[in-house]
């Protein structure tokens, strides 16, 4: 299994995951010039991936699907985000739509794929687990609040994405208009760093590395994240494992087991 981030924030997010050839990208909300060279540095061009996974679809999930007009390759989402999707961006009515029921199950060339809902202001908002070889890799961002489900397969997971977007302070001390403040901080918004770390203790002790992700540009930085974990009564075994990805057009480190 390889994985790494493309890109994490509120401007755009894509992650590359590839297990024994088969090659997955779980969004595609940043620039297509910077997946294409992405996966050109993997000696790979659009048309080798198998398949584009889309956790919903706001722009910044979905902004470079239009790109994908003549690529064949395969998209999955559930029925809602393919609508609203197709109807934002019409170009993309003609890509190869897989659509799948959320919470559903199923094999993707020998990938377990497992897709669970989580709280999101869009229509149907989903997770994705991924297990290939007994190695799962969770992957949750843009969630309003945890829940009893969230913590549960967080437990599972031997590789971790979660988001932590925001800081209240950061945010309230922020030119965003108030509408947008109570958005972010609402139960259907993002999470904070705070109930980041909260989910955080749920994980196993088993896990490898834990992704901090979808990080606020203007409400938030990494120094503060920092601070805040090393202040926390995550034991250090765990800390060591968390990367937190900057939110400037960074690449993640890569996660890889051969």
């Not at 050109?40 to 994908?68: A, C, E, M, P, W």
């Not at 969770?138 to 988001?163: F, M, N, W």
């Not at 120094?223 to 939110?247: G, R, Y």
């Amino acid at each position: 299994m390889f994985f790494q981030i493309i890109e994490s924030s509120s401007s755009g997010n894509s992650s590359f995951l590839e297990c024994d050839g088969v090659r997955i990208l779980i969004d595609a909300g940043v620039g297509i010039t910077k997946i294409k060279k992405f996966l050109n540095s993997r000696n790979l061009k659009l048309d080798d991936l198998d398949g584009v996974f889309i956790t919903h679809d706001h722009s910044d999930h979905v902004g470079s699907l239009k790109s994908f007009e003549n690529s064949g390759v395969k998209i999955y989402a559930n029925r809602p985000t393919a609508e609203g999707v197709q109807y934002k961006l019409p170009k993309t009515k003609n890509l190869n739509w897989n659509l799948f029921e959320t919470g559903c199950q199923f094999d993707f060339y020998g990938i377990d794929v497992l897709t669970f809902s989580i709280p999101h202001d869009t229509s149907d908002p989903v997770g994705f687990s991924f297990c290939h070889n007994n190695t799962r890799l969770v992957y949750i961002t843009d969630i309003g609040k945890p829940t009893h489900s969230i913590r549960d397969i967080v437990s599972s997971a031997d590789i971790l994405v979660l988001e932590s977007n925001y800081c209240p302070v950061m945010l309230q001390r922020s030119t965003r208009p108030q509408y947008l403040k109570d958005r972010i901080m609402g139960s259907w918004g993002h999470l904070s760093n705070a109930d980041a770390i909260d989910i955080l203790h749920h994980c196993n002790s088993n896990v490898k590395r834990i992704y901090l992700s979808h990080i606020s540009r203007e409400c938030n930085n990494i120094d503060h994240i920092n601070n805040l974990l090393l202040s926390s009564d995550l034991n250090a075994t765990l800390l060591e494992k968390v990367e937190i990805v900057s939110p400037f057009s960074t690449l993640s480190s890569c996660f890889e087991i051969l």
